[in-house]
């Protein structure tokens, strides 16, 4: 039975997401990562169509009356979303996809399509080692540190609505605990599939 399926992964700004993912990409086979659009100002280094696409608040509240997102948030006063129609090609190509969204993304994601989603809590072994990553890679202002700061103290608490969470101690032991989870996030089957299944397997010849 191949068919696609989601993974999502929340956590703190600064958690290590995106390293995580590229330390263990050569490892997890094909995946589409899901580009989100928000209407946060790009980073530093940041570009456009690979980070994220950056768009007005105008342009993304057209995307929502359009319904244009399997899910949208507000995040630290942007709207991040993510867009569906790239989502369901690459399901239905029999994809894997990694969303790096928030807590109430995931919540949203769960809701639609739970039988085919696992999800991974990522996040540094405490608050204090956050900070100071945050700070240490310079691309933010104290003020927007310290929202995120606030953010991540209230985003911990829905750390066990998660299936896995990964404490990003060394980027090579937390690669090599997302690729465990990663491939097995791939054999997840929908509730259609094994219904399918038991009704061909229950046939005599
Ligand atoms: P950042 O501004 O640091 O790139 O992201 C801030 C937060 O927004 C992170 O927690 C990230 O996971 C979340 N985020 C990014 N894209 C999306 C999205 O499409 N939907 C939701 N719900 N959250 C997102």
């Not at 263990?24 to 899901?34: H, R, T, V, W």
Request: glycine residues 6%.
């Amino acid at each position: 039975m191949s068919q696609g399926a989601i993974l999502v992964l929340s956590g703190p700004s600064g958690a290590g997401k995106s390293t995580i993912i590229t330390a263990a990409s050569n490892q997890i086979g094909e995946y589409y990562f899901s580009i989100s659009t928000t209407t946060r100002s790009a980073r530093v280094g940041e570009m456009d169509g690979r980070d994220y696409f950056f768009v007005s608040k105008e342009s993304f509240k057209e995307d929502i009356k359009a319904g244009n997102f399997l899910e949208y948030a507000q995040v630290h006063g942007n709207y991040y979303g993510t867009s569906l129609k790239p989502v369901r090609e690459a399901l239905d190509a029999g994809k894997l996809v990694i969303f790096d969204i928030d807590v109430q993304g995931h919540r949203l994601v769960r809701d639609k399509m739970g039988d085919i989603t696992t999800s991974v809590f990522i996040t540094p072994p405490t608050l204090c080692v956050l900070q100071s990553r945050l700070e240490a890679r310079k691309t933010d202002e104290q003020s927007i540190i310290i929202g995120r700061i606030e953010n991540a103290k209230k985003e911990i608490l829905a750390l066990r609505e998660y299936d896995f969470v990964i404490i990003n101690e060394s980027i090579e032991e937390a690669s090599k605990e997302f690729t465990i989870i990663a491939n097995a996030a791939r054999l997840k089957q929908s509730h259609q599939q094994c219904e399918e299944f038991i009704k061909q397997w229950l046939m005599l010849d």
